[in-house]
């Protein structure tokens, strides 16, 4: 229905700019210039008298006006690629001992939801506390991005994963609810 409105509006815009062209040339009798759209359009003058029941309405003064632009905004900086020269990271890598379980344990996640970070990490680091993506920099079990969110040390598995339980509460609900997420989009 509005294409249609649209159709008729541009008809009617065009033949509204062409009638009086029209007009002007197939006037025989017309001794002056034709009065064209186009000799009207280029006049100098956009002030235009109206007469109504015998009063003048004198044209409005436009005046001066400032217009004002907002300007745009500066571009955010770009993230600086991480090291792929072999370079240490900024924090010590994880030397200590223990199995994914004492993690888990030390961190304070209930055995419940074990089997949700387990599928997690597994798919993330594969439980290496020192895992490190060279192209983002995200580090420790979990691929925390940037590394420098997680408290204390991102390659320690228990600092990793301390954090990791707030973020998947945090943003997904439970580890439950990041697990389901990571199920369908494979990323959390």
């Known amino acids: ?57 004198e044209p409005a003064d436009r005046g001066v006006f400032e217009v004002y632009v907002k300007p745009k905004p500066k571009p955010k900086p770009k993230p600086q690629a991480a090291s792929t020269g072999g370079a240490a990271p900024s924090r010590p890598m994880y030397s200590g001992g223990g199995s994914k379980e004492q993690w888990m344990t030390a961190a304070g996640i209930a055995k419940s939801d074990w089997p949700y970070v387990d599928y997690i990490v597994s798919r993330e680091s594969g439980w290496n506390p020192n895992a490190t993506n060279r192209s983002s920099g995200a580090c420790g079990l979990v691929q925390a991005l940037p590394c420098s969110k997680v408290p204390g040390n991102g390659y320690d598995p228990v600092d990793n994963l301390r954090w990791a339980t707030g973020y998947a509460t945090g943003r997904y609900g439970s580890w439950g609810g990041a697990y389901n997420f990571w199920i369908t989009h494979h990323w959390w």
Do not use: C, R, W
Not at 7 to 25: D, E, K
Not at 26 to 50: K, M, R, W, Y
């Open 1 to 57: 229905m509005s294409a249609v409105v649209a159709g008729l509006a541009v008809l009617g815009i065009s033949a509204a700019m062409l009638a009086p062209t029209g007009m002007a040339v197939a006037d025989p009798t017309a001794t002056d210039a034709p009065t064209t759209a186009f000799s009207l359009a280029s006049g100098e003058t956009q002030n235009i008298s109206v007469t109504v029941e015998g009063a003048k309405i």
